[in-house]
C-alpha cells in the first residue's frame, strides 16, 4: 500500500459521490424531503428553508460501495462500514421523523443515545476482543501504547459518541461539516499509511473524497444538506477508523473543530443554566462568528483553515 493506494481511493470516492449526489437532488425533491431550519437560529438561515435534506444517503452509498472496490473486502472494512451504517440509520431515523411530521424535531436525544451508547459498546468489545494491540491506546508524545483493560469499552464508547454528536454539532453551514470532515479523513489516511494499517488509511482516503464529492453541492449557497443522517455517519466512520488504528487521542488534536463545537455547547449550556448568562451569541461556536458579522463564507473557510492545521499537527505529533 502506498501514497497511489491512497489517492486512487479518493478519487474513487470523489467521482462516486459527486455521481449519487447529483442524481439524489431530483429525487429528494420529488420526495419533498426539505429542511425546516429552527426558529432561533440565525435569521439569515430561514432563507434555507426548503433546501433538499438527507443528501448523506449518497454518501453513505458511495463510501460503502467504494470501500469494497479494489480489494476491499476484509473484516476491518466491513467493521467500519457496519459502524458507518448504524450511525447513519440513527440520522435517518432522526431526519426522517423531522421531514414527515414537518418540524425540525426528530428522535428524543434520550432514544439517540441509547442507540449510540449500544453500538458503541459493541464496537469497543469487538476492538478490545481482536487486533494487535487489544485495549491498548497510542498516547501521543509519550510516543507508545497504553493498555487501558477494563476501561477500555467506556473509553471507546465515549469517543465514538462524542464523535458521532460533535460532527453532528458540527455541520449548522454550508460546506462546514463536508470540508472539515475531508480534511482530518485525508490527515487520518496517511497516518494509517505510516503505520501499514491498510484498511483503515484507505477507508479515511475514500471517506475524504466522499466529502469532497458532496461538498460540490453543499457548497454556499447548498444544493442540499446532508442531515443528520450524513453527519451521524461521518462521525462514525472517522471515529471507528480511528479507533481501528489506536490512535484516539491524535483524534483529538485533528478533529480539534468538532471539540470545539461541542465545546461551545457544553460551555454555553452550563453558563447559561448557572448564571443565566450566555458566554457566546450562539452555539455552536459557527453561529457565534456569524452573529458577530462574519459571513457564513468565511466563517467555513476559517473553520476549514482550522481543521487543516490541526490535521498537520496531528500528523506531526504523530511521526515525532
Known sequence: MGIMDIGLKLLLGLIVSAVFTYLEI???????????????????????????????????????????LWRGFNVENLVMVIITLLFGAIGFLDDYIKVAEKHNLGLRAWQKLVLQLLFGIGLAIYVAKSGTHGTEVYIPFYGDYVDFGWFYIPFVTFVIVAMANSVNLTDGLDGLCSGVTAITAIAFSFIGLNLNHAAPATFCATLSGVCLGFLIFNKNPAKLFMGDTGSMALGGALASAA???KMEFLLVIAGFVYVMESLSVIIQVISFQTTGKRVFRMSPIHHHFELGGMSEKSVVVMFWGIALACSLLAYLVFRI
Not at 46 to 57: C, H, I, R
Request: no cysteine.
Open 26 to 68: 431530483p429525487i429528494l425533491k420529488k420526495k419533498q424531503f426539505k429542511q425546516y431550519i429552527r426558529e432561533e437560529g440565525p435569521e439569515s438561515h430561514q432563507k434555507k428553508s426548503g433546501t433538499p435534506t438527507m443528501g448523506g444517503l449518497a454518501m453513505i452509498l458511495a463510501l460503502v460501495i467504494t470501500t469494497f
Open 243 to 245: 479507533i481501528l488504528m
